[in-house]
């Protein structure tokens, strides 16, 4: 079955950049759509960016927008947050999730997968 694996998650000062992973397994990548999102302590779950199959159609969320970059590289099986000028409240553990049909939503119903998470603290 596909899997999904994070890393990259860390600690970093504000202003500091980090770049996730996502690693898929099981299944080529350009069979999904991929999203990201995010969950910090006491908060709900909130949907970050979104990359489609050929990587020609990305979204992001207004508080990441200018700051955030989403690729992908279907030959590597991964997909790529890169985090720019993070801030404190970034802070979460991300996730990333995989659908089959296409389209970039912020549902995490609509994903059919889920990775175990990563954890970012953005703190001085």
């Known amino acids: 079955q596909l899997q999904l694996v994070e890393s990259g998650g860390g600690l970093v000062q504000p202003g500091g950049s980090l770049r996730l992973s996502c690693a898929v397994s099981?299944?080529?990548?350009?069979?999904?759509?991929i999203g990201w999102f995010r969950q910090a302590p006491g908060k709900e779950r909130e949907g970050v960016s979104c990359?489609?199959?050929?990587?020609?159609?990305?979204i992001y969320a207004d508080s990441v927008k200018g700051r955030f970059t989403i690729s992908r590289d279907n030959a590597k099986n991964t997909v790529y947050l890169q985090m720019n000028s993070l801030k404190p409240e970034d802070t979460a553990v991300y996730y990333c999730?995989?659908?089959?049909?296409?389209?970039?939503?912020?549902?995490?119903?609509?994903?059919?997968?889920w990775g175990q998470g990563t954890q970012v603290t953005v703190s001085s």
């Open positions: 999730a995989a659908r089959v049909p296409p389209g970039c939503f912020y549902v995490g119903s609509y994903y059919d997968a």
């Open positions: 990359i489609s199959k050929s990587g020609g159609n990305t």
């Open positions: 099981g299944f080529a990548l350009n069979y999904y759509t």
